[in-house]
């Protein structure tokens, strides 16, 4: 299996009315532990050199080498195909290239095969990206229904408020957005990408004063979080 890791801030979005930040870049970054990964049934030498690969191909996400993260990926699932991590591996490299049609071909077969939620954000922002908001509610439903962790839960919660915000419901993607439960002690990193979005929205909306509590309540709690600092300065 492949672990989230998210990066420090979201996508910052557009200020002019245009797209509402999704779970951006850091919510695709992903560890792999190729020792996990199933290559049974092949000779030990093809899996030893296909583990190799595979770390490689991870690797060269990390380091936004998509290109060679894509050719590696291919390389694997042309001697191994069906292989969940190198389907959800590929979604992800997609979905970091803009290429958002296939990764959702990838994720989607990912979670047929391992029956996991974990990457529904990532796939609900890629339908979003291609106005299929039919197929981005159904997957907010279903990774409500399941409700994971916390911090999935979260980036569900953004893409969703980001989806409404698009077609121009932005008070209800605010509500979306407030109704998600505050923390009980320090925030921690999904909350301060859900803020940063509700302070984008309440900007967007017209309500500077809450957009202007809220980025001070955000640079009170993360000082260095995204563009938080600029943002304010703005609003003063």
């Known amino acids: 299996m492949i672990e989230r890791v998210y990066d420090d801030a979201p996508d910052a979005g557009r200020r002019d009315g245009g797209r509402t930040p999704g779970p951006g870049r850091g919510s695709s ?57 190198v389907h959800e591996l590929k979604g992800l490299v997609y979905y970091r290239l803009g290429r958002w049609a296939r990764a959702i071909t990838e994720l989607e077969r990912f979670s047929a095969m391992t029956g996991s939620v974990e990457q529904h954000p990532v796939w609900a922002d890629c339908c979003r990206a291609l106005g299929r908001w039919t197929e981005a509610e159904e997957l907010w439903q279903e990774l409500g229904d399941t409700s994971p962790s916390p911090e999935l839960v979260e980036e569900g919660r953004i893409v969703q408020a980001g989806g409404l915000a698009d077609r121009g419901r932005v008070n209800d993607a605010i509500r979306l957005l407030e109704k998600a439960p505050r923390p009980n002690r320090a925030p921690a990193l999904h909350h301060l990408r859900r803020w940063y979005v509700l302070a984008d929205l309440y900007e967007r909306s017209g309500d500077v004063a809450r957009a202007r509590r809220l980025f001070t309540e955000l640079l009170a709690a993360e000082p260095r979080f995204a563009d938080v600092a600029e943002r304010l300065a703005a609003l003063s």
Request: charged share 35%.
């Open 29 to 85: 970054r992903r560890e792999i532990d190729v020792a996990d990964v199933d290559f049974s049934g092949l000779p030990p030498t093809t899996a030893t050199k296909l583990r190799r690969r595979l770390a490689e191909s991870a690797a060269a996400f990390e380091a936004e080498r998509f290109s060679e993260a894509e050719r590696l990926l291919a390389s694997i699932d042309r001697l191994a195909p069906g292989i969940a991590e």
